[in-house]
T-cell receptor, first 115, second 116 residues
């Protein structure tokens, strides 16, 4: 049971390049999330998905797209990277229950630098 | 709307002395509260969570937090700091919508520095 995994761990892009970050979970969780973490700002929600084939915008969605073609995978895409997207990106997942106290499980993060 | 305020961006302690990381919350609903820890270049790990079953919550690695509704606080404490406690700590408030979607609202983090 690997939990939540993210690839790649590190990436350096030039402005205007594109890339896709992959998140995979093996816990059969329905909900998946993408966050970005910037110094002094905590984690902010980019996009999320409540199930296969569905996605929705979070707090800071501009410049990102997502897809959830399979229940276990959640992809985050940058079509034209900008220096403002330099950040650490975290994926998380959680099962679908009615309890507010269930725990989101986080991946190890992807450190992205855009030059 | 829900929010959390972590009152200190940095806290410095000596090894063996008590740790106090402060968190105040704002919530229109009965809140669910968490503390997460992030060690350098690592992901986030759950330390503890408030489930309304008890106001004093015990977590991993000797940490605990007390929910005080009258003060809207959920401060994290540990009696004796260890060098391995040096990390960033996040206070988080959450709610679950009718669809089951859980939204986490993170504080800005407190960096704990532990000196020998």
């Amino acid at each position: 049971n690997a939990g939540v995994t993210q690839t790649p761990k590190f990436r350096v892009l030039k402005t205007g390049q594109s890339m896709t970050l992959l998140c995979a979970q093996d816990m059969n969780h329905e909900y998946m999330y993408w966050y970005r973490q910037d110094p002094g700002m905590g984690l902010r929600l980019i996009h999320y998905s409540v199930g296969e084939g569905t996605t929705a915008k979070g707090e800071v969605p501009d410049g990102y797209n997502v897809s959830r073609l399979k229940k276990q995978n959640f992809l985050l895409g940058l079509e034209s990277a900008a220096p403002s997207q330099t950040s650490v990106y975290f994926c998380a997942s959680i099962k679908r229950t009615a309890s507010s106290t269930d725990t989101q499980y986080f991946g190890p993060g992807t450190r992205l630098t855009v030059l | 709307a829900q929010s959390v305020t972590q009152l200190d961006s940095h806290v410095s302690v000596s090894e063996g002395t008590p740790v106090l990381l402060r968190c105040n919350y704002s919530s229109s609903y009965s809140p669910s509260l968490f503390w997460y820890v992030q060690h350098p270049n690592k992901g986030l790990q759950l330390l503890l969570k408030y489930t309304s079953a008890a106001t004093l919550v015990k977590g991993i690695n000797g940490f605990e937090a007390e929910f005080k509704k009258s003060e809207t606080s959920f401060h994290l404490t540990k009696p004796s700091a260890h060098m391995s406690d040096a990390a960033e700590y996040f206070c988080v408030v959450t709610r679950r919508g009718n669809t089951g979607f859980q939204k986490l609202v993170f504080g800005t983090g407190t960096r704990l520095l532990v000196s020998p």
